[in-house]
């Protein structure tokens, strides 16, 4: 594919998105600030953390809390998980009122609280499943579905095509691969050679719905050899985007033909207040500070010298500490 066009908008069911640099869901990362911050540098599109259905049925208020909306969130995106359909309905009635762009079904979390229960990957083992869910919920709601898998259970069971074929039969209007199996878990290396063979599977069953790739996007560079590469429709950012909410808007700035751009200690350390400040209007002071403590460590991966100021970080209760951390950090690089 040429470069120029590698940036460009999708259109999932009936919605355009207006372009394919999507913040992938990230249990314990993408929350509401997180997902704010992402938009602010140039996510296209985001997805709340993984849902379960059965806890929507139920009203669960930690679950609900799961599905709150970014005031800058004009687009998101709900993904719910489940192993079978009994809380189905009541999910989507509790969804109807969030109205989100679409709804997103789990179906490659290795987890084994998740996968026991027949969610998450374990889905890949049972493709009806995955028709019956999208097809129940096309049917109940005029809100696009996607479904995000993997290549399958294990090396001895990769059934990837098999199961996107299942997902389209059940009306799904986009999919995303993370090439990996569930034995794999997060390593070693994606298998980005399967997304092109299910871009290729698609087109040839004459399937017109966006493909989008996840696996190994740590750098801006990547996103631009995974467009090219695979040939895929977007890309969904995951652990590339940990501590590094930049990567969106370098990864534009690539796909635009422009340089890298070299983020400096200053910009990051004022976007580690931003978000901290962002967590706060949240969560308040005092859950902001203690949640922080996590993503400040991974926006301090790979500077040297920061080991004394993530000791600082790991104890920071109060806003206060944070700006003395920064200070600190700013004074000894
Ligand atoms: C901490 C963590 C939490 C994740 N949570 C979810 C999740 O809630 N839903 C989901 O579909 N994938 C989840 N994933 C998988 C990512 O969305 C992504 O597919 C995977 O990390 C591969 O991309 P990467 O190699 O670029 O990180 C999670 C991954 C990590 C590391």
Redesign the pocket.
Known sequence: MSEQNLYHPVTIGNTQIKGNLFL???????DVPFRSLCIEMGADMT?T??VSAEGLFREGDKTLALLQRAPNEKEYSV?LFMGNTDSLPGALEQLQSYNPTFI?I?C??PVPKVTKTGAGSAMMKNPPLITEIVRMITRALPIPVSV?FRTGWDANSENYLEFAQAALDGGASML?L?A?TRSQG?APF?DWSKLNTLKEYCLQKGHDVPIFG?????HAQDVKRMLQETGVDGV?????A?GNPFIFQQARDILAGKEERIISLEERISVILRHLDLMIDHYGEQSACIQMRKHTCSYLKGIANTSAIKQEIVKAGRREDYLLAMQRLQASC
Do not use: I, V, W
């Open positions: 992938a869901p990230l249990a314990g990362y993408t997805f953390e993984m993904q997103d789990n490659g979390c995000k995303t993370h990996r997060y994606a996840s696996g190994d996007l740590f969904m950012l995951a652990r590339g940990m």
